[in-house]
C-alpha cells in the first residue's frame, strides 16, 4: 500500500515564511507524480491551491508556490497571512490512482 | 464556468449501498482532457481520493485500492452526469462525498458536498 507522507503540524508567525513537504514511500517524488496542494479549512471544501507542481489556479493567492525538494513535493507560503491557517493536503498520481498524504495542520501563532 | 451538483440520500443503512450522483454544466462528461473524481473527507480519515471515470476513446474507470472491491463509478451522458456506488458499507465510511472535476493534472471544480451518514 502507497503511503504518502506530509508533516503532522507545522506553527509560523504571521508574515513569516514556512514550507509543508510531501514525501512519497515508493521514492523521490518527481513532476510525473503531478503533486496537488489542497487547503481546507473548516465547514468549507478543500480548494485546490497548487497543481502538477508548482502551476497555480486563478484564485490561488500569489503567497503560495510549489516545488519539488529534496525528492519531496514542496508547498511554501510567503508573508503567511492569519487566514492561511488551515490543513493542507497534498495529492500524488501513481499511474491510475491519486493517493493523498495525512495532512498538515498549520497554525499561525 | 464549470458547475457540479450533486444530489443523493443523506443516511444509508449498514450493509446497504451509497448512492451519489453528480449533475455537470458547463463541460462535457464525455471531455477528452478531463477526468471526473469522488473524493470524500471525513476527521478520521482526512481527504481520501476514491475514484474516477473518464473518456479517452472509451470509457475508464479507476479506483482506489482501499475501496476497490464495493465502489462503482459510472457515466451518464445522456443526462451529462456520473456517479458513486458504494456498496456493503459501515459507520466506517460515514463522510462528506465531494464530485470533482481534474483537467490537465489539477483538480478544479468542486460539488457541493454530500454528508452521507451511515446507521440504523
Known amino acids: 500500500q502507497t503511503v504518502v507522507t506530509q508533516e503532522p503540524s507545522l506553527t509560523v508567525s504571521p508574515g513569516g515564511t514556512v514550507t509543508l513537504t510531501c514525501a512519497s514511500s515508493t521514492g523521490a517524488v518527481t513532476s510525473g507524480y503531478y503533486p496537488n496542494w489542497f487547503q481546507r479549512k473548516p465547514g468549507q471544501a478543500p480548494r485546490v491551491l497548487i497543481y502538477s507542481t508548482n502551476n497555480k489556479h486563478s484564485w490561488t493567492p500569489a503567497r503560495f508556490s510549489g516545488s519539488l525538494l529534496g525528492g519531496k513535493a514542496a508547498l511554501t507560503l510567503s508573508g503567511v497571512q492569519p487566514e492561511d491557517e488551515a490543513e493542507y493536503y497534498c495529492l500524488l498520481y501513481y499511474g491510475d490512482t491519486w493517493v493523498f498524504g495525512g495532512g498538515t495542520k498549520l497554525t499561525v501563532l | 464556468q464549470v458547475q457540479l451538483l450533486q444530489s443523493g440520500p443523506g443516511l444509508v443503512e449498514p450493509s446497504q449501498t451509497l448512492s451519489v450522483t453528480c449533475a455537470i454544466s458547463?463541460?462535457?462528461?464525455?471531455?477528452?482532457?478531463?477526468?471526473w473524481n469522488w473524493i470524500r473527507q471525513s476527521p478520521s480519515r482526512g481527504l481520501e481520493w476514491l475514484g474516477r471515470t473518464y473518456y479517452r476513446s472509451g470509457w475508464y474507470s479507476d479506483y482506489a485500492v482501499s475501496v476497490k472491491s464495493r465502489i462503482t463509478i459510472n457515466p451518464d451522458t445522456s443526462r451529462n452526469q456520473f456517479s458513486l456506488q458504494l456498496n456493503s458499507v459501515t459507520p466506517e465510511d460515514t463522510a462528506v462525498y465531494y464530485c470533482v472535476r481534474d483537467r490537465d493534472w489539477g483538480f478544479d471544480y468542486w460539488g457541493q458536498g454530500t454528508l452521507v451518514t451511515v446507521s440504523s
Open positions: 458547463g463541460d462535457t462528461i464525455s471531455s477528452n482532457i478531463a477526468a
